[in-house]
């Protein structure tokens, strides 16, 4: 396989990891710096507090979504630069 | 049935075996209705589930080292989330957690972005590379990738002291709920407890584990998350608690600032005779507290556990059993969801109990009432009996105090069931739940400790020509000492359920979040490198905390650092020795940097080729 080939796939594939990371970092770590301020202000329909929403449910589920949205897009890095192994039956 | 294609009838078999069991819990229902005590559907609900878990353990024997090892790599995705869900819910997680979040508040859901939170570092840098890698453990990894068998030697013990602390923790927990449940001493009950953990797992390694750990899942979820809606809907709490409790916590707030968080000091509560490891409530129940301090405090903690559950040997290995790269790294978002669902109930079973017991508009609550009606309450009377509830009447006016209330915290997810009126066929249930999440997970770690023993140290350092019999011979027989050894262990109760098991978490990012990463995101990352990196972590880390520790030296931790943060030192020391000492030393030869370059591409063959 040509390194040039290679390379791209792993520039890609930082570029990725990078903006995971990123989120990852916000969801959890930068919102819980403002856990205090986050105090007063409340979930609009739920009526939690922001900063107790967050972690009991918020973050969570970011979490999930991150992941699977990820996982997807780095799919679509493998398949683009033909190194994908997934078979097409898979689930 | 368990032949051929099986995989492919994994969702029947499974959908048939949910249904089975709710069957069975119906039937529980309808024996308690027709006089069938409750010691009885206590002790059929433990024997029935145990029963399934021993029965696929024994149909999925095998002799086959692959299937041993990484269950033939036949998991499908979504299965391999369920049994990935079960093996990284504890004991803790189902019996503690609710409490923690009951007495700490705001502060201790710190753990509950940290336990979800490492899965992002688990999909994003290590599991599709480790399954690309196509080891059967760990050290396997850092064996190969590094070379050398110091540096897998290094992983090895790092691996045992990380998952040993654990796991005596989970055999404590099954002791403890086998013991409540069928009526005999805890001595007895962590024996029972080993014996039903080792009938999973003995016969057929991975393969058995993990279709038992899919079983597991499903009986401690729907045991969780069954009581929190049927507590919700009869208290009129809301169809979906998750969702409507907004009110409750508000409410929450009101009644403390109306109460006052009151602080007993630590003389009263001795002199009043409160037994040992009981709490009341002196903590905000959603307020987050003030200051950067206590900002950093919550963000330390979730660091230390994000990076830990990236570092656990025993959750990594469950992505090597997936058939393929791409399936690995689904797989982890499919573990992260099934873990949610625990994990998003347990704040709010956390807010029915507290506002239920709290809230003198509600028929159900203590706080508030006078002691001697509080005293004749049934519940009450039986968790007070076994010293797992305890009152203290502090100002003398006869009327029951916020800190005049003491309970143990795992009161929160045993007795609630009961509190809120639910019959004792649910609290049948919960045990059987608790008894399900201990033993997935202690079955993981005993998994994850016997196979490097057998696999890296036994075939890859010691008899590199042993024959398959010879090595899964011994396989079996690491299984065993290591349970009885941590059996032995846990029948001492020498810490708090919680400690250890955070304890575990920080020794894994000590010596192997680096190490493993830099393995597969830094090229020029050496052996001498990664040898340092886990060393240095692993002592730096130790050294912090016999120094900190309450138990040893108990000296002031520095920044905010305590006891159970002290990964943040072993792992930052981790990686400056790993870098300074990977750019001393001679950059990896091209064989290793190949391999480096086969492993971030999903496409083509594993790198390990096992014989």
């Not at chain 1, 792993?10 to 819980?32: E, Y």
């Not at chain 2, 060393?535 to 931790?557: D, E, K, R």
Request: glycine share 10%; with cysteine.
């Amino acid at each position: 396989m040509a390194t040039s080939k290679l390379e791209a796939h792993w520039n890609d594939t930082k570029g990725l990891m990078r903006i995971t990371l990123a989120l990852w970092f916000f969801f959890s770590i930068v919102i819980f710096m403002f856990g205090y301020q986050l105090n007063s202000v409340n979930v609009p329909l739920l009526g939690y507090p922001l900063s107790y929403y967050m972690c009991a449910q918020g973050s969570l589920a970011a979490f999930v979504i991150l992941i699977f949205w990820s996982s997807g897009k780095q799919e679509e890095i493998d398949m683009k630069h033909g190194v994908s192994d997934a078979e097409k039956t898979e689930d | 049935m368990f032949k051929g294609k099986f995989v492919d009838n994994l969702p029947k078999i499974y959908g048939f075996y949910t249904g089975g069991f709710l069957l069975f819990f119906f039937a529980m229902m309808i024996a308690e209705k027709n006089g069938v005590s409750a010691k009885m559907i206590g002790i059929l609900f433990l024997t029935f589930t145990i029963a399934i878990y021993a029965l696929i353990g024994v149909l999925s024997r095998t002799m086959n080292v692959s299937e041993y090892y990484v269950s033939g790599r036949e998991v499908p995705t979504v299965f391999n989330g369920m049994a990935t869900a079960a093996d990284w819910m504890s004991g803790a997680s189902f019996v503690a957690m609710a409490g923690g979040i009951y007495y700490g508040g705001y502060t201790y859901m710190a753990f509950l972005v940290g336990w979800t939170g490492g899965y992002v570092l688990v999909s994003t840098l290590l599991a599709p590379y480790l399954r690309k890698f196509g080891c059967y453990t760990v050290p396997d990894f850092i064996g190969t990738r590094y070379g050398g068998n110091f540096a897998r030697f290094c992983a090895v013990l790092v691996l045992v002291l990380a998952s040993f602390t654990y796991v005596t923790a989970q055999i404590n927990a099954t002791g403890t709920i086998a013991s409540r449940a069928l009526g005999i001493p805890f001595g007895a009950g962590v024996w029972v407890g080993l014996i039903s953990i080792l009938l999973c797992s003995m016969l057929g390694g991975m393969r058995a584990v993990t279709w038992t750990q899919v079983a597991q899942y499903i009986v401690l979820i729907i045991a969780y998350l069954l009581p929190i809606f049927w507590i919700s809907l009869r208290g009129d709490f809301g169809l979906f608690p998750h969702f409507t409790l907004g009110s409750e916590v508000a409410r929450i707030a009101e009644l403390e600032a109306q109460y006052g968080l009151v602080k007993n000091t630590a003389a009263a509560m001795k002199a009043a005779g409160v037994p040992g490891g009981l709490s009341y409530i002196s903590t905000p129940h959603a307020t987050a507290p003030e200051g950067a301090m206590a900002a950093w405090k919550f963000i330390s903690l979730a660091i230390c556990m994000m990076v830990g559950t990236a570092s656990l040997p025993h959750i990594l290995m469950r992505y090597f059993t997936t058939p393929n790269v791409t399936s690995a790294r689904r797989s982890v978002a499919w573990s992260l969801f099934f873990i949610f669902l625990l994990y998003f109930s347990a704040p709010m079973l956390a807010t029915l109990s507290k506002i239920m017991l709290i809230d003198p508009n509600q028929a159900t609550s203590i706080i508030g009432k006078p002691i001697d009606q509080v005293m004749a309450i049934e519940w009450v009377k039986n968790w007070i009996g076994v010293k797992q509830a305890f009152i203290v009447d502090f100002n003398n006016d006869g009327i029951l105090q916020l800190n005049e209330w003491f309970m143990r915290g795992d009161v929160v997810v045993l007795a609630t069931p009961e509190v809120a009126g639910l019959p004792y066929v649910v609290s049948g249930l919960v045990a059987a739940g608790g008894m399900a999440a201990a033993m997935s997970t202690a079955d993981g770690l005993i998994l994850a400790m016997a196979n490097c023993i057998s696999h890296d140290v036994y075939y890859k350092m010691i008899d590199p020509k042993a024959d398959v019999k010879k090595r899964l011979l011994i396989a079996r027989l690491g299984l065993v000492i290591i349970g009885v050894a941590a059996a032995y262990i846990a029948s001492m109760r020498l810490t708090s359920i919680l400690g250890a098991v955070a304890w575990a978490f920080d020794f894994a990012m000590s010596g192997l979040f680096f190490p493993l990463v830099l393995g597969v995101w830094w090229k020029r990352a050496t052996r001498q490198g990664a040898i340092a990196g886990m060393l240095a972590g692993l002592i730096s880390g130790t050294w912090y905390l016999i120094y900190v520790g309450p138990t040893f030296m108990n000296q002031t931790p520095w920044l905010g650092i305590d006891n159970l943060r002290f990964g943040i030192i072993g792992a930052s020391v981790s990686l400056v020795a790993m870098v300074v000492v990977s750019l001393a030393t001679e950059e990896p030869d091209a064989a290793t940097q190949k391999m480096v370059d086969d492993i971030r591409i999903p496409s083509g063959r594993t790198v390990i080729k096992h014989t």
